[in-house]
């Protein structure tokens, strides 16, 4: 059974940086699956802001995002790990965010960013950024 913790959450001022963690057990690989970052906030929808395939290292990001945030992961070890890099943090990024995982399957351009793509889910972190 996959499962997924995420942590590295909490509050921080406009500017700063946080690093999420994922750490994902259960599957022998995540390098050849999808697996993203999702974010929500209060009153919002579920929105994907970065995903990826670790076995082409293909990633994606929500346009809000890109050259702030870097998702990277680490298939190495026997527990696997994906990240979060999130750096110049605005107050828009306040939210819980989630990882998700779409095991066997590569990330598509078209639907990485829908909720439904993804089966496994974690119980999220969350992010406050302070302005």
């Known amino acids: 059974q996959v499962r997924l913790v995420e942590s590295g959450g909490g509050s921080v001022q406009a500017g700063g940086s946080l690093r999420l963690t994922c750490e994902v057990s259960?599957?022998?690989?995540?390098?050849?699956?999808?697996i993203a970052w999702f974010r929500q906030a209060p009153g919002k929808e579920r929105l994907g802001i970065a995903a990826?395939?670790?076995?082409?290292?293909?990633?994606?990001?929500l346009e809000a995002v890109k050259g702030r945030f870097t998702i990277s992961q680490d298939d190495s070890k026997n527990i696997e790990y994906l990240y979060l890099q999130m750096d110049s943090l605005r107050s828009d990024d306040t939210a819980m965010y989630y990882c998700?995982?779409?095991?066997?399957?590569?990330?598509?351009?078209?639907?990485?960013?829908?909720?439904?793509?993804?089966?496994?889910w974690g119980q999220g972190t969350q992010v406050t950024v302070s302005s």
């Open positions: 998700a995982f779409a095991i066997g399957s590569e990330c598509d351009s078209r639907t990485w960013g829908l909720p439904g793509r993804y089966r496994d």
């Open positions: 990826m395939y670790g076995f082409s290292s293909t990633t994606y990001y």
């Open positions: 259960g599957v022998n690989t995540i390098r050849y699956s999808c």
